[in-house]
């Protein structure tokens, strides 16, 4: 167990819908990254804060944004979906820019 | 952030050694190397980080030779619960960096 917690486990939607993907970092972590994992395209950066604030930004396409709250939980929203979005969404902590603690992930199933 | 080749896959037998190798030619004088493990259906994990010589630590040891081109993950006398997934990772840690670039890893299949 990482310490990081995903939430849901498992996620069913239809094409165009918007999903929220909600990620806690590990106590005391203050960057938080989102990443997603395809069949085809393996596992890609999307986006990370640090504290709050936007740090870097990877392949994010424009239809999906994130947050980081005060209480440093993290956010990634996904609107207009399509079914190429259907993949394995990772969210992972690190106290500082080293190794990074993975949660378990959320299946994204859009039909 | 340096390119990173792996062997797509290996086999291996248990209790034997496993040594995976990555190349990085291109690596810059502040990126350090770093590997993860992921198992299907899971988050990467991972295992070990290291900038020069030697590192070694409960799981693996990371060896780097002088000019940092290559380096290798040695996971002594591997069990079936070793087969995964094993990323090699090079970048730096500071500044808007942190993000880690996935290569496509290599496959580890541990055989009885």
């Known amino acids: 167990d990482s310490g990081v917690t995903q939430t849901p486990k498992h996620l069913i939607t239809a094409t165009g819908q918007r999903v929220t993907l909600r990620c806690s970092p590990r106590?005391?972590?203050?960057?938080v990254y989102w990443y997603q994992q395809s069949l085809d395209q393996g596992l890609q950066f999307l986006i990370q804060?640090?504290?709050?604030?936007?740090?870097a930004k990877g392949n994010i396409l424009e239809r999906f944004s994130a947050q980081q709250f005060p209480d440093l939980h993290s956010e990634l929203n996904l609107s207009s979906l399509e079914l190429g979005d259907s993949a394995l969404y990772f969210c992972a902590s690190s106290p500082r820019d080293s190794e990074q603690y993975f949660g378990p992930g959320t299946r994204l199933t859009v039909t | 952030l340096a390119k990173t080749t792996q062997p797509i896959s290996m086999d291996s037998y248990e209790g034997q050694e496993v040594n995976i190798t990555c190349s990085h030619n291109n690596i810059a004088t502040n990126d350090y190397i770093t590997w993860y493990q992921q198992f299907p259906s899971q988050g990467p994990r991972f295992i070990i980080q290291g900038y020069k010589t030697k590192v070694t630590n409960e799981v693996a040891s990371l060896f780097i030779p002088a000019d940092r081109k290559s380096s290798t993950l040695s996971l002594p006398r591997v069990s079936l619960s070793d087969t995964a997934v094993y990323y090699c990772l090079v970048g730096v840690l500071s500044g808007n960096t942190g993000k880690l670039i996935f290569g496509q890893g290599t496959t580890l299949q541990v055989k009885p």
């Open positions: 106590s005391g972590d203050l960057s």
């Open positions: 804060y640090y504290n709050g604030e936007e740090r």
